[in-house]
């Protein structure tokens, strides 16, 4: 499997966005995905995950509420909205991807190269 995060941008705060991650490979839809982020100086921290059929999600208290994770199975596509951002979100977001783990450590088999997120006060 092969990952491509897109949409990050610069936002002012309390702005929206949403990322994307594309995926090739014929069997995305029975991967469990993740959404990680890492800002400077910082380790790589998880932010959400979502299991292969879409109804199971789990998110960091830090996003919660204000980050909806979602797939497109049909499209080979994960996707990330972001709204009420804050300066603290700022960070290279990873969409990652595995076909056994499903937990929330940055155990994913696949990752994607990363989009950087700024968001200014």
């Known amino acids: 499997v092969q990952l491509q995060a897109s949409g990050g941008g610069l936002v002012q705060a309390g702005g929206s966005l949403r990322l994307s991650c594309a995926a090739s490979?014929?069997?995305?839809?029975?991967?469990?995905m993740g959404w990680f982020r890492q800002a400077p100086g910082k380790e790589r921290e998880f932010v959400a995950r979502?299991?292969?059929?879409?109804?199971?999600?789990v998110y960091a208290d830090s996003v919660k509420g204000r980050f909806t994770i979602s797939r497109d199975n049909a499209k080979n596509t994960l996707y990330l909205q972001m709204n009420i951002l804050k300066p603290e979100d700022t960070a290279i977001y990873y969409c990652?991807?595995?076909?056994?783990?499903?937990?929330?450590?940055?155990?994913?088999?696949?990752w994607g190269q990363g989009t950087q997120v700024t968001v200014s006060s």
């Open positions: 979502i299991s292969w059929s879409g109804g199971y999600t």
């Open positions: 990652a991807a595995d076909p056994k783990y499903t937990g929330s450590s940055a155990q994913y088999n696949y």
């Open positions: 490979g014929r069997t995305f839809s029975s991967y469990t």
